[in-house]
């Protein structure tokens, strides 16, 4: 003999907003894909500061450097370039395939007091090295403190 089971229509509802819960956190506290338009990869950099500049790099590798452009726009700074595959090996010969190839970009926001106008920018085993000066008017200055 069946037993009868009394239904608890809040269980159902429960359930429902864990689901939402969990389609929320997939969505937007933890995206699997990148803000990056689909046509590009993403650059990875470092920024840091000195007392005397603001330097960012970026790993480029097997990049040429004449195919980079970097522009700076009001407070923004916009890396951008191509990395291109040189061997043709067909698709079912790969056992990894890893490495990138195509279009990247990155823009990133740049502190306040930057002189941009005195930017450098090297090159050296697949890194990019941007050298920004700060202004003058933001250098740390030192004051002494005289004994009387």
Same mark, same amino acid.
Do not use: C, H
């Given at each position: 003999?069946?037993?009868?089971?009394?239904?608890?229509?809040?269980?159902?509802?429960?359930?429902?907003?864990?689901?939402?819960?969990?389609?929320?956190?997939?969505?937007?506290?933890?995206?699997?894909?990148?803000?990056?338009?689909?046509?590009?990869?993403?650059?990875?950099?470092?920024?840091?500061?000195?007392?005397?500049?603001?330097?960012?790099?970026?790993?480029? !590798? #097997?990049?040429?450097?004449?195919?980079?452009?970097?522009?700076?726009?009001?407070?923004?700074?916009?890396? $951008? #370039?191509?990395?291109?595959? *040189?061997?043709?090996?067909?698709?079912?010969?790969?056992?990894?395939?890893?490495?990138?190839? #195509? /279009? +990247?970009?990155?823009?990133?926001?740049?502190?306040?007091?930057?002189?941009?106008? $005195?930017?450098?920018? /090297? +090159?050296?085993? #697949?890194?990019?090295?941007?050298?920004?000066? $700060?202004?003058? *008017?933001?250098? !740390? $200055?030192?004051?002494?403190?005289? =004994? =009387?």
């Amino acid at each position: 003999m069946r037993s009868m089971v009394r239904w608890e229509p809040f269980n159902d509802l429960i359930s429902l907003r864990d689901a939402m819960d969990r389609l929320f956190e997939e969505s937007f506290v933890r995206p699997y894909r990148s803000a990056e338009p689909a046509d590009t990869n993403p650059l990875a950099v470092d920024m840091f500061e000195t007392d005397e500049a603001v330097v960012i790099k970026a790993a480029v !590798p #097997g990049v040429n450097p004449q195919d980079i452009e970097i522009t700076v726009q009001g407070d923004t700074l916009n890396i $951008k #370039g191509e990395s291109k595959g *040189e061997e043709k090996v067909e698709r079912e010969n790969y056992y990894y395939r890893e490495v990138r190839y #195509g /279009s +990247f970009s990155r823009a990133l926001s740049l502190p306040a007091g930057v002189n941009t106008d $005195k930017a450098e920018a /090297s +090159f050296e085993n #697949g890194v990019l090295t941007l050298t920004l000066p $700060k202004a003058e *008017e933001i250098k !740390p $200055k030192s004051i002494k403190v005289v =004994k =009387k």
